[in-house]
């Protein structure tokens, strides 16, 4: 299947663009039998019907969840657990790796990825069971690796305080990545995680330019702000990396060795990147997202990820779908490595190497009847 063809592509809808919104399409559920698609009778009144389109609301779904922890054995991944007390995510990124995801629930990875959004309000709960069961042993566990931990919603649930409550109970390692400055609301539980080596922090900062950053990731923090974060969380003596993430070429790669020296300037000790990734609907997603957007650039943002993905707008290879392939995608990473040699971001101050395991412990359990005397 062609890579802009799939689930509803550019080339078959009108946008269905929002304020505030990252998406510009809302794309079928792939595991469906059945697609729709908009058709213009002939009387030239599609584009008319979708010109104004009103603002869509975000709705909240009470999860079931059976289980606390997610499990993988990725190679691309430092972590074999993770915890994600949302799914779906209202900062609206349009390249988010998680969008298919919503697809398992019956929703698409589109619009209805920012905006109807599940919680799991007994996540806490499940975890600090799963963390007393005999045998658990403890690895530092990702909070948000799937959809982020502190996006607006938090801000009213705080589903994510609670989980971290739990882990600073029992002594359990956490790294947690986000985009959400709601991150300094915890402020309090991460500095007693930090002073026990239990927690690293990372900030994901994609671009320092206001106007892109408005409309690829609509509703989370501005850039400042996520700097800002992380000299707040360094001051207070957490340790605290950036992400600069994604990486798309022709768009915001060239941003990189400022991003990064912005990232040293504001107390940051850690940084990563990534290439940008568009599996399933995505790649047909960011592209009307592109021709929304940027019309000038389309075609030269996508021949250039064609580069650094064999030919194709994406390869899932192990070892490969962080990172890309080819001479664009070689001058990236070499780009990348001397930037963190030049503003000391390969973790050599102000870390003591990996979190402690070493700490956990499950909290002895209330006795159900009274000791014999």
Known sequence: MPDGGAYGGATTMPSLARKGRGAVTNPGVRYESSHAELYDDGWGTLDADFAELPPLRTT??????R?????????????????????????????????????????????????????????????????????????????GANT??????????????????????FGHPVTI??????????????????ARNLVHVCLSVTTLDMKLARVMEPRAANPLKRLAAVTDL???????????????????????????????????????????????????????????????????????????RGGRLYDARFGQRQTGTGPYAELLAQRFRLALRRFGLDGRQGMRGGLDCSQFRAPQAAPRQLALL
């Open 60 to 65: 909240l779904t009470r999860e079931a969840s």
């Open 67 to 143: 289980s606390a922890l997610s499990w993988n054995d990725s190679p691309d991944l430092g972590f074999d657990r993770s915890l994600n007390p949302y799914r779906g995510c209202e900062h609206g990124c349009v390249y988010c790796y998680a969008r298919p995801a919503h697809a398992y629930v019956g929703m698409s990875p589109g619009l209805d990825f920012e905006t109807k959004l599940m919680f799991k309000p007994n996540l806490p709960e499940l975890l600090e069971k799963e963390l007393s069961r005999p045998g658990y042993e403890a690895k530092p566990v990702a909070l």
């Open 148 to 169: 982020d931990p502190y996006q607006p919603v938090e801000r009213t649930l705080g589903i994510t305080r609670r989980v971290l409550e739990v882990l600073e109970t």
């Open 177 to 194: 990545v986000t985009k959400g400055a709601l991150v300094l609301r915890d402020l309090d539980i991460l500095q007693r995680l930090a």
């Open 234 to 308: 360094a001051k207070a003596g957490v340790p605290v990396g950036v992400l600069a993430a994604p990486m798309i070429p022709g768009l915001n790669d060239m941003e990189m060795e400022r991003i990064l020296e912005a990232s040293a300037r504001a107390g940051a000790t850690r940084a990563g990147y990534v290439l940008l990734r568009l599996p399933l609907e995505i790649k047909a997603m960011f592209e009307a997202w592109l021709q929304e957007h940027h019309p000038d650039r389309a075609a030269r943002v996508l021949a250039l990820v064609r580069e650094t």
